[in-house]
């Protein structure tokens, strides 16, 4: 095989198509006029505008964004540091602690779901008034996140030669003018890529959402998961367009700033 | 080579190790002390809420269902050999089948995914630099979007209604009714154009390393290009073939959307035989075996990634 | 914005504004007229600076292990005001540890350190007296050229006009005014070494601290810039404490080097010193070429030794360093290849007969490999030009060895 033969670009091709094939359904069907079926019966923009007066989703989608920026911003405080600690300090089982930080990378999710459920509801058991809800769906989140924004920020400042922050200390900054003039600028573009992973990640779940969810707190994916349960309408189309254009423009400014970070070292 | 009796007179300045971090010098502990500082606190939310409920899941795995669904905390290993197929009526091949069935669909992704993600990988490390970040960022956004989505638009294009049985219909490919959706097919489809990010990412790390002029010298002493590519190029890309296997592997085998929404009945992985524990039949206690069984599998499949990968750099995930 | 940094430099602070002013309108050419006013005020023979220690940097039996391995095994040795002074050695020898803990980026296991007389271990790096310029250069990614180089004078909070004034000076003194807004990752190797050392000199420190500075740079641009270095070191008066692992670049630029090796100091003085009188075989094989042989103690008379050795045997000259060595029955004898002569010598040299083996001519000067009974010496004639030698291999040929320039030496 050759990097540049047009076999590999035929067959490179083939594979983007097959790809993009599963979205572009979801998309064109948004603009079918059908009301049943898979026929396509002429373009329309009805099924957008009656987003508007769908109800549930509106909820759902406020529930997802709530919960994907609650849940982010805490998850990137904490994965942050950790990143940052870990990265420049050694401390005694740090190897144990980094194979931690893997587990919940690698678990499968439906194995973490039922693991959560069990947990919130030994939990219940023992505090009054504790529901499922959006609070056990932030932590349940909050938890698959640390690691993806620790690991982001980790490799990071792995790029970054410890050196530079001992050039700073030479050149007079104390452990604190250090960290905020040289340590932080550095470490920043990973927290924001990281924050971004986290918070697609946290957009696109479904599976955990799905078994910490509580009465009221349905979320796009669940929602989404209910109507392919039911039997799709065509405004959950729509819907989906929208988030596959949300999801997509994360994706391309995380490139976008990689990219940028890349020319910049 | 000088009395160590003749610097008496120097001060024992330090008996204890300091060390200096960043220029500033620190006492023993220190370090350690603002290390927990850092790290204590995202550690600790990791373990409690993820290493602790995991117990549980452990814990409950040898507990007993009660008549109504309850849990009864009476210590018993029935529900892994369930798992292993010892039914209330002999031996019953369901719970190993699916055990095996999702190693298998684990395996059978890997590897479609190898073989589709090759071109793909090669094709980009051929591309100019500002084309690499296009073609890779396109690589990437199916994986950044919802898989309930993507999953339920193969539903859609594979179902005997659906574009594409349509248009084999009229080319006139037979095609039974339900012959893609739902079963194998749709699932097998869906799993590869799902876990291929996993696959290309890291294989194309390796391809853009690869030292081609062995290849060429390869074919210079005579060496078909078959044979060139065999013996100069895929050794060197072996390690991201391994990455990418492992990454693809260990999710895939957890999976419980892709069978659930496309699989139908005849498809259960893992995943939906937790699910259903957990769900409809109540049974929480052998759900957790399963579950502790899913966690078996992917730490056998992590552990055959870092002895595999060892000393090498980690590839970096997406 | 700024937070203030606790007495930051405090015992410093003082004479380094004298010596900033005292060179002010010399040394940086776009200096206000007041400031300039007050430099008659403050000349470098103001009482304060002349009750400062003669001494930039002592160490006192400084010792650090790494695991095993000493890195530095009770090194001590005092580096001078206003000197050009040169750690040399090979790789693992101790010297970059040694830069590390004068800048306060390591500490040593025991021994003292000094910096300008005061007590430097206690200090933080960002409290000494010291800048330093890494191997790496550590140049700030996110920072243009001149942030970098303003980085320092920031930390101090000093007044922004005062900032952009001395970096400014210092770009100009440095040559890289037109690199002001670029970004390391933009510059070249040799464009890089500038920047990261106008970021150290912008600070006007006690004594700057020199990590192979030239090491990653090509073979012209390393001869241009030693130049470059030592010119400015003369120019500033600043101390620097240079590390390197080329010879040929501590002997030229240096005014006092410190060979190291295995965590120790083999030997401290002038290059001329070092190359004259090596008092070890490593420095004398490790600066220049050199022929050592073993030798037998027989008699001395006076200051001249009588030894045995595979060559024969030799006459030795003794500086007044040597004297008790040569009481020892086992020596350790080393000359120079350029100081035996092929072409007579003069009176009084020792005379050996021996015979040619090998001639390479190169320009300037001719290589031969002569054998003397067994031994062999590796002999280098200058190409004058006054007189053709005309040796070839096989040719018999009197060695003239003169018993001034043969050296004993330890170990």
Same mark, same amino acid.
């Given at each position: 095989m050759s990097r540049r033969s047009p076999l590999t670009a035929l067959g490179a091709l083939l594979v983007f198509v097959f790809l993009y094939a599963p979205i572009a359904v979801v998309i064109v069907y948004s603009f079918?006029?059908?009301?049943?079926?898979?026929?396509?019966q002429g373009f329309t923009v009805d099924w957008y505008l009656r987003l508007i007066d769908n109800d549930a989703a509106i909820a759902a989608a406020i529930n997802t964004i709530e919960l994907a920026c609650t849940s982010t911003f805490f998850s990137v405080l904490l994965g942050s540091v950790l990143g940052y600690g870990m990265s420049r300090y050694e401390f005694p089982f740090k190897r144990i602690f980094h194979h931690v930080l893997h587990v919940p990378v690698f678990i499968p999710d439906i194995v973490m779901a039922v693991a959560l459920l069990l947990f919130f509801s030994v939990l219940r058991k023992w505090l009054?008034?504790?529901?499922?809800g959006m609070i056990t769906m932030t932590l349940a989140h909050i938890t698959f996140q640390i690691p993806f924004v620790a690991i982001v920020v980790r490799a990071r400042m792995a790029d970054c030669d410890p050196q530079l922050e001992e050039a700073a200390a030479d050149l007079g900054a104390g452990p604190w003018l250090t960290f905020r003039h040289v340590t932080l600028p550095l470490m920043l573009p990973g927290a924001v890529a990281g924050g971004l992973l986290a918070f697609t990640l946290s957009l696109d779940d479904f599976v955990v959402s799905f078994f910490t969810s509580g009465a009221g707190s349905t979320t796009l994916p669940i929602l989404i998961y209910s109507s392919v349960k039911r039997g799709i309408t065509p405004d959950i189309n729509a819907l989906a367009t929208l988030i596959v254009l949300v999801s997509a423009l994360t994706v391309v400014t995380v490139a976008w700033m990689r990219g940028r970070t890349e020319v910049k070292n | 080579m000088a009395d160590p009796t003749s610097h008496t007179s120097l001060k024992r300045r330090r008996r204890i190790r300091r060390t200096v971090h960043f220029g500033e010098p620190m006492p023993p502990g220190a370090h350690t002390f603002r290390a927990a500082w850092l790290c204590g606190p995202a550690l600790a939310w990791v373990t409690v809420f993820l290493l602790v409920p995991l117990a549980f899941v452990i814990a409950l795995s040898f507990a007993q269902r009660g008549d109504a669904g309850e849990v009864v905390w009476r210590f018993t290993l029935e529900n892994y050999s369930r798992l292993f197929g010892n039914g209330a009526l002999g031996f019953d091949p369901v719970q190993p089948l699916i055990l095996a069935r999702s190693i298998g669909v684990g395996f059978a992704t890997a590897l479609l995914c190898l073989l589709v993600g090759m071109p793909v990988a090669f094709f980009i490390a051929g591309l100019t630099r500002r084309w690499k970040t296009v073609a890779l960022t396109l690589v990437i956004i199916p994986f950044g979007t919802n898989l309930l989505i993507r999953t339920y638009g193969w539903q859609t294009l594979l179902s005997p209604e659906g574009w594409l049985a349509q248009n084999l219909a009229s080319a006139g490919v037979p095609l039974a009714d339900y012959a893609l959706y739902p079963g194998w097919p749709a699932v097998m489809l869906a799993m590869v154009c799902d876990y291929l990010p996993f696959m290309i990412l890291p294989l194309y790390a390796s391809v853009e390393k690869v030292d081609w002029s062995l290849s060429e010298a390869a074919e210079d002493l005579g060496a078909a290009p078959l044979r060139a590519f065999w013996h100069a190029v895929l050794p060197q890309i072996r390690p991201g073939m391994i990455a990418g296997c492992v990454l693809v592997f260990l999710p895939a085998t957890g999976q419980f959307v892709i069978p659930d929404l496309l699989g139908g009945a005849k498809v259960a992985l893992l995943g939906n035989a937790v699910q259903q524990q957990f769900g409809g039949s109540r049974d929480w206690p052998f759900g957790s075996a399963i579950a502790v069984a899913a966690l078996l599998v992917m730490l056998a499949g992590l552990w055959l990634h870092t002895s595999v990968t060892k000393g090498r750099r980690e590839v970096a995930l997406p | 914005m700024w937070l203030p940094i606790k007495g930051a430099r405090s015992p410093f602070l003082n004479s380094q504004r004298v010596r900033l002013l005292a060179r002010w309108p010399h040394d940086f050419a776009s200096s206000s007229p007041a400031v300039s006013a007050t430099k008659s005020a403050l000349q470098p023979s103001d009482p304060k600076l002349a009750a400062?220690?003669? +001494?930039a940097v002592e160490c006192q039996h400084l010792t650090r292990r790494f695991g095993k391995i000493d890195a530095l095994a009770g090194v001590s040795l005092n580096v001078r005001r206003g000197e050009f002074f040169t750690l040399l050695g090979?790789?693992?020898?101790g010297k970059t540890t040694l830069l590390r803990i004068i800048a306060g980026l390591d500490l040593p296991d025991s021994g003292g350190l000094r910096i300008g007389g005061v007590e430097a271990l206690p200090l933080p790096a960002w409290r000494r007296p010291v800048n330093t310029v890494f191997q790496s250069y550590a140049?700030?990614?996110?920072?243009s050229v001149s942030e970098n180089i303003a980085f320092g004078l920031r930390m101090q909070r000093l007044d922004s006009h005062h900032i952009v004034r001395r970096t400014t000076s210092v770009m100009e003194l440095t040559q890289i005014m037109p690199l002001?807004?670029?970004?390391?990752?933009? +510059?070249s190797g040799g464009q890089k070494q500038r920047v990261a050392l106008a970021r150290a000199i912008v600070n006007e420190p006690e004594v700057l601290l020199l990590d192979?500075?030239?090491?990653?740079?090509d073979l012209k641009l390393r001869k241009e810039l030693q130049l470059e270095l030592q010119h400015l070191q003369k120019r500033l008066g600043i101390t620097f404490i240079h590390v390197t692992h080329d010879q040929d670049e501590a002997m030229s630029m240096s005014d006092r080097i410190a060979v190291m090796s295995a965590g120790r100091v083999e030997q401290l003085g002038t290059p001329e010193e070092l190359y004259?009188?090596?008092?070890t075989r490593f420095v004398a094989q490790f600066i220049g070429a050199c022929n050592l042989f073993d030798g037998k103690f027989v008699s001395h008379t006076g200051n001249t030794v009588e030894t045995e050795t595979p060559l024969g045997l030799l006459r030795v000259e003794l500086s007044a360093a040597g004297i008790d060595l040569a009481e020892q029955g086992q020596l350790s004898l080393g000359i120079r290849p350029?100081?035996?002569?092929?072409?007579?010598?003069?009176?009084g040299d020792n005379r050996l007969l021996g015979r040619v083996e090998e001639v390479i001519f190169n320009g300037a000067e001719t290589h031969y490999r002569v054998t003397v009974d067994k031994a062999e010496l590796r002999v280098t004639e200058l190409?004058?030009?006054?007189?053709?030698?005309?040796l070839f291999p096989g040719d018999s040929v009197e060695v003239s060895v003169p018993p001034r320039n043969i050296f004993l030496l330890e170990g």
């Open positions: 079918n006029a059908a009301r049943y079926g898979t026929e396509w009054a008034g504790f529901e499922l | - | 400062h220690s003669a +001494l090979p790789s693992g020898c140049l700030f990614p996110h920072l002001a807004g670029r970004h390391p990752n933009e +510059l192979e500075p030239l090491g990653a740079l004259e009188q090596p008092k350029e100081r035996i002569s092929l072409t007579g010598g003069e009176a190409n004058s030009g006054r007189r053709a030698i005309g």
